[in-house]
């Protein structure tokens, strides 16, 4: 119900734009994340953005290159990641939750409910 896109190969400073398409629920209210993995580390957050107001928080590793939007229109979210470095590389995980979240929550993963598979992001040159 929730698939990612966009991940690949990029050059360190490079930029990517993942996408998360949601279908066969009514997402336009719910709270969107980003989560990634990188290799032999546990899942760490990335960004969220709500469904109503449209919030947006990020974690501070990444604040400053990274931005999150979303369609909901199009059951769409996006994440935008400027300036890539190779810690950047991950899989990254788009997320859904129907529960309030807000600053001092959104990071935390039980809260959400449906999870994408994951697209891959490697930054190397």
């Known amino acids: 119900q929730l698939v990612e896109s966009g991940g690949g190969l990029v050059q360190p400073g490079g930029s990517l734009r993942l996408s998360c398409a949601a279908s066969?629920?009514?997402?336009?209210?719910?709270?969107r994340g980003w989560f990634r993995r990188a290799p032999g580390k546990e899942r760490e957050r990335v960004s969220c953005?709500?469904?109503?107001?449209?919030?947006?928080y990020y974690a501070d590793s990444v604040k400053g290159r990274l931005t999150i939007s979303r369609d909901n229109a199009k059951n769409m979210v996006y994440l935008q990641i400027n300036s890539l470095k190779p810690e950047d590389t991950a899989v990254y995980y788009c997320?859904?939750?129907?529960?309030?979240?807000?600053?001092?929550?959104?990071?935390?993963?039980?809260?959400?409910?449906?999870w994408g598979q994951g697209t891959q992001v490697t930054v190397s040159s």
């Open positions: 066969g629920l009514g997402l336009d209210y719910l709270a």
């Open positions: 997320a859904a939750s129907g529960r309030k979240v807000d600053d001092s929550n959104w990071y935390d993963q039980s809260l959400y409910d449906f």
């Open positions: 953005i709500k469904g109503i107001g449209g919030t947006t």
